[in-house]
Nanobody
Framework: QVQLVESGGGLVQAGGSLRLSCVASGSIFSINTMGWYRQAPGKQRELVAVITSGGNTNYADSVKGRFTISRDNAKNTVYLQMNNLKPEDTAVYYC?????????????WGQGTQVTVSS
């Protein structure tokens, strides 16, 4: 059983920074993609940033230049450094782990951590 535990959310003023962490535990295939998604009230969950085990990254246009995703494969941990935060970044942020083995794709989600940016 795989578990994802996020930490690092909180309340910050616009222009401030936060760093989210997500630790994956359990039986984890070494080749995988980890990432962050977010969901604001009344909106659909959306991709923020993802990173493969090889280090390839992808970001939402809205966070490019402000957020940086990174990972420590030895610790099964993914990070999201968020700088120059804006009120529109307010959302619950969810950690995500995807493993694809052949034709089978398995996805796990964390419980979410609240990020609130005040203006």
């Amino acid at each position: 059983q795989v578990q994802l535990v996020e930490s690092g959310g909180g309340l910050v003023q616009a222009g401030g920074s936060l760093r989210l962490s997500c630790v994956a535990s359990g039986s984890i295939f070494s080749i995988n993609t980890m990432g962050w998604y977010r969901q604001a009230p009344g909106k659909q969950r959306e991709l923020v940033a993802v990173i493969t085990s090889g280090g390839n990254t992808n970001y939402a246009d809205s966070v490019k230049g402000r957020f940086t995703i990174s990972r420590d494969n030895a610790k099964n941990t993914v990070y999201l450094q968020m700088n120059n935060l804006k009120p529109e970044d307010t959302a619950v942020y969810y950690c995500n782990l995807v493993v694809q083995r052949g034709s089978v794709t398995t996805t796990w989600w964390g419980q979410g951590t609240q990020v609130t940016v005040s203006s």
